[in-house]
């Protein structure tokens, strides 16, 4: 259920001919994040594009969560990995029961776990992977993962944008520099939380310098 998806290549190269190119000198301000699957921050990244974007709709800001908020989940699965190998056979030594466990049924119990320890990193990953905040030159767009057959779509047009603010708190926040930025909307749009992104005020002054350039070409 991909929600993002590469822009496809030109006709001439999907062909096998040398695409023609034109070099022009790119001022730092256009200057295009390079995506890779781990991207949580990408500033008018390259060949992307959303289900609902529009032909004349640029991609501005692309946000994911900070990475570092996956520490505490991968911690955790990584002792559910070891819990069958360490804890298991020191668990099994020391009780007394009147009877002895079949080998068949700890093999199946520890696949069990296994199976279960492999939902939650699958789940926990994907909730991270497919949680976007996306900026582009007319709108915001939350793209919220629920399970792998439904996901919700909220998205508010710049002109509907009445206040925005971060907030970023903690000693992990200051360190790796991510927080909260809250963009609150007029009428029945909803509010957005764009939660542990990563460089909050940069996201903020994106965003309201394009609701600037948007007053200032007389479309609000």
């Not at 030594?93 to 776990?113: D, E, H, Q, R, S």
């Not at 944008?161 to 927080?179: M, T």
């Not at 764009?194 to 394009?210: A, G, Y």
Request: glycine fraction near 4%; include cysteine; proline fraction near 6%.
């Amino acid at each position: 259920m991909p929600t993002l998806f590469q822009a496809p290549a030109s006709a001439e190269a999907s062909a096998g001919k040398p695409a023609k190119t034109t070099k022009k000198p790119m001022k730092s301000a256009e200057v295009r994040s390079v995506m890779t699957p781990l991207t949580c921050f990408a500033v008018s990244p390259k060949g992307i594009r959303f289900e609902t974007q529009q032909d004349d709709e640029q991609v501005i800001l692309f946000l994911r969560q900070h990475i570092i908020v996956n520490v505490p989940w991968v911690l955790v699965a990584i002792f559910l990995l070891i819990v069958p190998t360490l804890l298991f056979p020191m668990v099994l030594g020391n009780l007394k029961l009147p009877f002895m466990i079949p080998a068949g049924y700890i093999v199946i119990g520890t696949l069990f776990w296994y199976l279960i320890t492999f939902g939650f990193i699958l789940t926990s990953f994907l909730n991270w992977f497919f949680n976007i905040y996306i900026v582009t030159n007319q709108r915001v767009v939350d793209i919220d993962f629920v399970h792998l057959l439904y996901k919700e779509f909220s998205e508010a047009r710049l002109d509907k944008i009445q206040d925005i603010s971060y907030k970023s708190g903690g000693v992990f926040a200051a360190l790796f520099n991510f927080g909260d930025v809250i963009v609150q909307t007029a009428g029945e749009s909803p509010n957005f939380d764009f939660l542990s992104v990563s460089r909050p005020e940069t996201v903020v002054q994106t965003i309201s310098k394009l609701i600037e350039k948007i007053k200032k070409e007389g479309r609000l």
